[in-house]
């Protein structure tokens, strides 16, 4: 079945720790992009990609880093600049049209220990 | 300023009966899309209905439809025969600078909407 497959579920983080989480899709999409999620919030973009090896920061990127290495892969590291981390991580994917919807993955919850 | 503002932190409904879920949005920009998404407690967001600035009609899609008022600025989403399925979060979102190419995935979502239905 195509999709975008995320992990882990659950995450936890140390202090001064960076973690990575994991996004893949099969869907052959060009575009890839990184939402965060506070409890009882809407969505906030933090990185996007369009291309193979390169990507743009959206609006709360600070404490956050991407790779886009392979069409299929966008890992996003949460870095310990991130200060407030726990959310929840959607990673989505798109083909480059102006209306088309976003796929998006089943989610990583990142919480601190 | 906020670009999507859903008044309704959370909703009521019988079910069988149709339900409206209330967006504005705020853009000067002429060419934009609006979008509305379902967020079940498993956490996976669903797309359920677009709404294009230019569409000369309101989308439908099966049960659910779009109330597009453009002057009013406001993309209300209705869901006839409510089912106990549709309990959820709903989301609305909107795409700005469609003409422009570099807008694509960027959506605004506004806070959301918890719909609770009852049998």
């Known amino acids: 079945d195509g999709g975008i497959t995320q992990s882990p579920k659950y995450l936890f983080r140390k202090e001064g720790q960076n973690v990575t989480l994991s996004c893949e899709q099969n869907?052959?999409?060009?575009?890839m992009y990184w939402y965060r999620q506070d409890p009882g919030q809407g969505l906030r973009l933090i990185y996007y990609?369009?291309?193979?090896?390169?990507?743009q920061k959206g609006d709360i990127a600070e404490g956050y880093s991407v790779s886009r290495e392979k069409k299929e892969s966008f890992p996003l590291t949460v870095t310990s600049a991130q200060k407030n981390p726990t959310a929840f991580y959607l990673c989505?994917?798109?083909?480059?049209?102006?209306?088309?919807?976003?796929?998006f993955g089943s989610g990583t919850q990142l919480s601190v220990l | 300023a906020q670009k999507i503002t859903q008044t309704q932190p959370g909703m009521f409904v019988q079910e069988k009966e149709a339900v409206t879920l209330d967006c504005t949005y705020d853009t000067s920009d002429p060419s934009y899309g609006l979008f509305w998404y379902k967020q079940p407690s498993s956490g996976e967001m669903i797309f359920l209905i677009y709404?294009?600035?230019?569409?000369?009609q309101n989308a439908t899609e099966g049960r659910y439809s779009l109330n597009f008022q453009k002057a009013r600025k406001s993309a209300n989403l209705v869901i006839s025969a409510s089912q106990l399925g549709d309990s959820a979060m709903y989301f609305c979102a909107m795409r700005e600078g469609l003409t422009g190419g570099t807008s694509y995935g960027k959506l605004t979502f506004g806070q959301g909407t918890i719909l609770t239905v009852h049998p």
């Open positions: 709404q294009g600035s230019y569409d000369q």
């Open positions: 990609s369009q291309i193979v090896n390169d990507f």
């Open positions: 989505a994917s798109s083909i480059l049209s102006a209306n088309e919807k976003l796929f």
């Open positions: 869907l052959n999409h060009d575009a």
